[in-house]
């Protein structure tokens, strides 16, 4: 809640208000998480105060001796847009030696690829599948994936789905498990794409697993076979969307039947409206 409170008073200009809540905070003997340090350093960096956020910085260190990477991924982003690559640069090879929490490095990742450090950016990835031996240590989640795979549709469309796939070389690495916000993230930017056969394997291996069905995946099917005018695939998936007992909200199921109704589809659109009826009843 503090953190979700000092960013907010931030972005309004009332740092130095944040300031005085954090002393009030510590003076208390409460913990102050490093996220909320996180904010007043990229509040002082935005006001150019670098000075200050090196005091906050150093603040953080000894209040916490293993403090994430998000701040150091504050640090590199803000170096970068002042065009001091080498500084930037610099503060990330200084984290190298270090294991990183998968939501510390996954902010590196995507910090490193949004300024053009693609290289560095795969050897990080290369890194954390390494390092991903659960349950002892979680280097990867689905954002890690998501991340990568979004570069791979920008530069290395023919190595998504290897990519998708793709555990470290440790002896004791183990496949990352992927959820069902994997999959939607990579069936949706196929669907962009008009790719729509690894689509269709992606999304049966999804069905496949012991996962809980879930509506995105289905809505992002659909409106991909809408759009490539295979009517009748968008048609079964529909229908196995209302079956599964899925939530169609009124507004993409209107659409859908609008869509369906133009190619003639008119009895089974009726049908599908029928058994949503009972389903919901």
Not at 118 to 137: C, G
Not at 250 to 261: K, M, Q, S
Request: glycine share 6%; charged share 25%.
């Amino acid at each position: 809640m503090f953190h979700h409170l000092t960013k907010g008073l931030i972005g309004v200009g009332r740092i130095d208000e944040v300031v005085d809540l954090l002393r009030q905070m510590l003076n208390k003997g409460h913990v102050v998480h490093s996220l909320v340090y996180n904010n007043m350093i990229l509040g002082f960096l935005e006001l150019g105060n670098l000075d200050k956020a090196n005091e906050l910085l150093d603040e953080l260190k000894e209040r916490c001796l293993v403090y994430d990477g998000v701040v150091k991924a504050t640090y590199m982003d803000w170096f970068f847009n002042q065009r001091r690559d080498k500084e930037a640069m610099g503060s990330y090879k200084s984290l190298m030696d270090r294991q990183f929490r998968m939501i510390s490095a996954t902010c590196l990742l995507e910090v490193l690829l949004k300024h053009g450090k693609q290289k560095e950016a795969w050897e990080l990835f290369d890194q954390m599948l390494y390092n991903h031996t659960p349950p002892n240590f979680q280097a990867v989640n689905s954002d890690t994936f998501n991340i990568i795979v979004n570069e791979c549709f920008k530069r290395k469309v023919d190595e998504v789905v290897s990519t998708f796939r793709k555990v470290g070389t440790k002896p004791n690495s183990k496949p990352f498990i992927m959820d069902v916000d994997g999959y939607r993230n990579i069936i949706s930017r196929y669907c962009e794409s008009g790719v729509l056969f690894e689509v269709e394997m992606l999304f049966q291996e999804l069905c496949s697993k012991s996962l809980s069905p879930h509506v995105p995946p289905h809505t992002v099917l659909i409106d991909g076979y809408l759009k490539a005018d295979r009517i009748d695939e968008a048609l079964g998936i529909f229908n196995k969307m209302v079956v599964s007992g899925l939530r169609v909200v009124a507004t993409f199921g209107n659409r859908v039947f609008d869509e369906l109704i133009k190619k003639g589809k008119v009895v089974e659109c009726a049908q599908i409206f029928e058994q949503n009826g009972r389903k919901r009843s």
